[in-house]
């Protein structure tokens, strides 16, 4: 095929415009912006990090002697094994048996009453689980009011006895801050099935001792 020469004219008009421009050197078309990817997460920035939930607190070694002290593992048999008595100030329920356990029986089923019988090894495991639910109990019920471990110690205590902390006018007292009327209230609750026990008496004097440390 015969290819003609171009004309001056043309030649001229390429020459004045510049090489044509093909696809290969067209500018690029503007980019398309992209908005950015949406974070995995959202910021609130109205949500505090501070948690006003008190921290979980346990009973001390003062506490636990303090209540092995007055519970006690009464009713060991010759055998070993532990046996439930009845309420002192009642002469029946609530039953108890090895250190202060009353309520189910974990081990054997039922309730906790005459015939009722543990090895010590029971008996220490139960009265660990208590003291956690009961010092659980008292962490809810003084809240965030300053307490030093020797005054939580003698609530946990006076509740593992009385199962009052969340009624007593000694909790009311320890949370306004007035822990001088807190320590003599322990001395009111003394009695059992209307009778002053001197067992009791002694408990609570040690339980304020304890509390004013």
Avoid at 16 to 23: E, F, Q, V
Avoid at 188 to 204: E, F, I, P, S, T
Wanted: positive net charge; aromatic residues 8%; charged residues 20%.
């Amino acid at each position: 095929m015969l290819h003609q020469a171009p004309s001056p004219l043309l030649a001229f008009l390429r020459l004045l415009l510049g090489p044509s421009r093909t696809a290969d050197t067209a500018p690029p078309a503007a980019a398309v912006a992209t908005p950015p990817e949406a974070p995995d997460f959202l910021f609130l920035d109205s949500v505090s990090c501070v948690s006003n939930t008190p921290p979980t607190r346990f009973i001390g070694p003062a506490g636990i002697a303090l209540i092995k002290r007055f519970e006690g593992c009464a009713r060991r048999r010759a055998d070993g094994m532990i046996e439930a008595y009845p309420d002192p100030g009642t002469g029946g329920a609530p039953w108890t048996i090895g250190w202060g356990a009353t309520g189910r029986d974990g081990f054997g089923g039922g309730s906790i009453g005459p015939g009722t019988c543990w090895t010590q090894s029971q008996c220490d495991a139960r009265l660990e689980h208590d003291l956690k639910r009961y010092a659980a109990e008292v962490a809810a019920a003084i809240g965030t009011a300053p307490t030093s471990q020797v005054q939580f110690d003698a609530l946990v205590s006076f509740h593992y006895n009385t199962g009052a902390i969340a009624r007593a006018t000694l909790t009311q007292k320890h949370i306004a801050g007035d822990h001088q009327g807190a320590a003599r209230e322990f001395a009111r609750w003394n009695r059992a099935g209307g009778r002053v026990l001197k067992g009791l008496v002694r408990r609570r004097a040690a339980e304020a001792e304890l509390y004013r440390q």
